[in-house]
């Protein structure tokens, strides 16, 4: 959705416009809940952050700077939230690797499954700075510039989390066997 | 051997595509010559293919339409009134038509005795008006939010009349089941709103809702003579299965 298409129909939900939050809802219910599921490796806590993310950003319409992207705004909210969940529930990294044990339903038979899940639990294993800029970066396909402006960070230091991130990644994924 | 960090940027930084040509120029002499150097290159490059091919989670069916649920109504442009604000509508509007079935059904049944708590069935498309508004006390409501099943059920109550208002979505067909024990209380009507393909049979102590997949509103009227203290007991069954059960007290006054 392009950031005119965003603005429109951040417009229409500071009115009130509750088919236009919807709209807004269904275009970022999908990545806001995959940040979420990243960032926090449980699908349970990923619904409650998306929710109370939605929340906030309904009840805070007001705080959002249109200058700025939309997408800037709402994954900043989903990472702090995430992060914040985290810290409340006193899980701070590392989650070792649950990731790996979780649902062994039939479908985690399929290798995409397999790989997913063991990705996730490398990426448990790697602190929430360098988590966080890896499920940007990866997860949401945001680019340098765009993690700085989220995180406000210099792209730099973006840069830098973000290769220590993969180095890290790398050999958590050896050490998992993949 | 340690490669130097400006050249780990620089695959890193060539792996992203976000590279100048001098750069590249640079990076491609070094790996050249560098057989380590070409290792971390690929290995990098296969990691971020590993990660870009990770497949999204699917977020719950039911999430959003519990998030919509959990947003207040505001402002003026609201586009899907409530069910409230529908029902009480002054004057009274389309849905207060339908609603009208339950009034109007019972009062010409308990004036010729044809029910009191006996068995009936098949009562949709019951037709009716109504005159005034109708001021109803809020009791309890329960929210749901299960895979099969979301949203909310709410108790109120007008004199005699129980209502049950359901705000529900489903992903599959659900059987709602409502159920009380209080055997003097019984079926009163029945009233859709936004959607068809809900069906309500009624029998003592129990009215039956089979509702299709999708978004559903509609309300389950109940005569409880005396505005007796009772519990209406729900359980929703997916493929014969119970999915969520929850109860709903009314005491008077409340």
């Known amino acids: 959705m392009s950031k005119t298409d965003d603005t429109k129909l951040i417009e229409r939900c500071s009115a009130g416009d509750r088919q236009a939050f919807e709209a807004l809802l269904a275009e970022y219910e999908k990545p806001v809940y995959n940040a979420a599921y990243r960032m926090l490796n449980n699908r349970d806590d990923a619904r409650d952050v998306t929710q109370t993310v939605f929340l906030k950003v309904f009840q805070n319409f007001s705080q959002y700077d249109p200058s700025r992207r939309f997408f800037s705004w709402i994954y900043r909210i989903t990472l702090n939230e995430s992060i914040n969940w985290l810290g409340k529930a006193n899980r701070l990294e590392p ?42 970066k990866h997860f949401l396909g945001c680019s340098y510039v765009e ?32 | 051997m340690t490669i130097e960090q400006k050249f ?5 930084a060539d792996i992203d595509g976000d590279i100048s040509e001098a750069e590249k120029a640079e990076l ?81 049944m308990l004036s010729s005795s044809q029910i009191s708590n006996q068995t009936f069935d098949n009562v949709t498309g019951l037709v009716g008006t109504v005159a005034e508004p109708v001021n109803t006390t809020f009791a309890r409501s329960v929210t749901l939010s299960e895979t099969d099943i979301a949203g909310t059920v709410s108790l109120r109550s007008a004199g005699s009349i129980m209502i049950l208002d359901f705000d529900l979505v489903s992903t599959d067909h659900i059987e709602v089941q409502a159920d009380y024990t209080d055997r003097t209380i019984w079926f009163n009507g029945f009233a859709q709103l936004e959607s068809e393909g809900t069906t309500v049979s009624a029998e003592a102590g129990r009215v039956r809702l089979n509702m299709e997949e999708g978004k559903r509103r509609y309300a389950v009227y109940l005569h409880n003579q005396g505005a007796r203290r009772t519990t209406v007991s729900l359980r929703f069954l997916a493929d014969g299965k119970v999915v969520h059960q929850a109860k709903l007290d009314y005491s008077p006054g409340h």
């Open chain 1, 147 to 178: 993690i700085g402006e989220i995180l406000e960070i210099p792209e730099k230091t973006v840069k830098s989390r973000l290769y220590t991130a993969r180095q890290q990644l790398k050999d958590a994924l050896t050490e998992l066997g993949l």
């Open chain 1, 95 to 136: 989650l070792a690797f649950d990731a790996a044990d979780e649902g062994k339903g039939p479908e985690q038979q399929l290798e995409s499954a397999r790989v997913s899940a063991t990705v996730q639990a490398a990426l448990m294993t790697i602190n929430t700075d360098y988590r966080t800029v890896v499920v940007l």
């Open chain 2, 8 to 12: 780990t940027d620089l695959i890193n």
């Open chain 2, 28 to 108: 491609q002499a070094f790996l050249s010559d560098n057989a380590e150097g070409r290792a971390m290159h690929d290995e990098l490059a296969a990691l971020c293919d590993t990660l870009e091919g990770v497949e999204q989670e699917a977020p719950p069916p039911y999430m959003r339409h519990v998030i919509m649920n959990s947003v207040p109504p505001t402002g003026s442009k609201e586009e899907s009134p409530g069910f409230l604000q529908i029902l009480f509508a002054t004057p009274a509007l389309k849905y207060a038509v339908t609603f009208a079935a339950g009034v109007f059904l019972t009062l010409s």
